[in-house]
């Protein structure tokens, strides 16, 4: 086999027998122990010193000295990676400009002025305008108010803003405020009307929640913000609703059967495969290593797809089919297209049940999908939305790198399966990971020990990270991160801290080929 100096990199072909005993490179006369894995950690006994590695560092150092702009190169001794901190999101609103008066629009708003006093005045003389037919008899012509409505259930099609205007003779058990009529009258959203539209919003009439739709879209943009938040107040009710019912209707049920066989049969196969990941089998059986890593492989993979089946049958909603919890969905649905719309989004979607659900769940505090599940079903159900959660939390944000997302995903995968909890990607941990692999790398060395001596331990520290430092994973013999996880996998210590029950929290930092995994538990 072929392994690497851990000073200076070069190669060196060594046999199997050569494991655990001493050797020396010829190149910068290092001493160390042969390990047993060509991609393991080498003990380094002596360090010898690299001509050429000196000569390169030298080379950097003028360079960096004549022309500092012109070099990419951060100074050798003093390597700084920073991770941005994280951004804040706030919703994005349209700036509307109002547009400028014209002669046309002033002539328009003057002749429509005159028409209306025209039957203002006719109304009061009690003057009647009459069309004749064509045998010369009146004809009585009766107005008809139109009247527009949201439907229902809300569909991905958006609705025009109306066009037309609440009456103002309208009574007010019908409408929650008077809306002006015309730009130059004054307007003031009072206490008053803000009640009274929540209590419009809140009616089971839907005649009552078009009046409050209709009337705030007639406002314009200048009330958006104020209808959002109306909305808002009333869909969180609607979601407590939910979830009281929803847990009502559970309470009456029995666990279903497929539930039950599907979680025994993972069980079952998820406690085995726990147990090969977690032994070092290079201690255990060294003569048959290769074959038990091979059976690890299988179970896991078994483990997968039977955590998969489990989990689609804990997802079916329960009691969607009760006609007044669909109603409440409903509800909800159209709460959100006018939120949409107060927003100024184009698109709308409906939410899906299942997700207005463990919304539901989350803002009552509970965690749990079936109520009347308890136990260890009860109790997987629990980590199983918590992983849901974290790996929602890892995928929304916005620094390190999708590679660091991809490595954590996949090590969360089968942590999941195995029944373990997901680890959160933490900024601190990463900040300290991506340091020290920055520091190996621009340094050209290879340990867990930094070039000022300290410890991973310590580095998570001085980063910020406040929990308890659990482990640390060193790869290099490439930038591509399935190499490192693959490598860590099959490395029976690296892969003990990766499913370790202790972890919670994970940073990762990759410098070129020079991979660095930190884990920690915090009391989240």
Known sequence: ??????????????????????????????????????????????RGESPQVQSKIENSEESATENASASRVPALKVPALNVPA?????AVRPQFQKKKSSPMGFLFIVVVLLAAGAGFYFHLSGKKITISDNNGEAVDQKAEKKIVKVPTKVTKKKIQTPDEIADPDLTESVVPFKVPLSDEEVFEFTDEARVRSLEFLASNDQEKRESVYTAFRSLGDNYKETYEGLLRNIRKKHLISLNDKSSAIKKTQVVPDDIKNAYQEWKSVETAGLKLVMTKWRETSPDEYKAKYLEMDEVVKKAEGLYAVMVKAMEVPQGSEDESFQELVD?????????????GEDDFSASEINDLLNEAKSLAGEKDLVDSLSGELGEMQSIYLSNVEIEAHNNKLNWGTSAYKKLVQQINKRRISLGLGALRLDQTLTVASEVHSGDMHFQNYYSHRSADGTTYVERAKSAGFNGKSTGECLFRSSADPEAAYKSWWYNDSQRLILFSTNSNAVGVGNAQNYWTLNTGGTGQ
């Open 331 to 343: 509800l909800i649905s159209e709460l959100d297209y006018e939120i949409a719309w107060s927003l």
């Open 1 to 46: 086999m072929q392994i690497h100096c851990p000073i200076c990199s070069t190669s060196i072909d060594v046999s199997e027998d050569h494991a655990g005993h001493k050797g020396r490179c010829l190149n910068c006369s290092t001493k160390f122990i042969i390990p047993e894995d060509p991609n393991g950690n080498i003990e380094i006994l002596e």
């Open 86 to 90: 994280a951004k804040s999101y706030s």
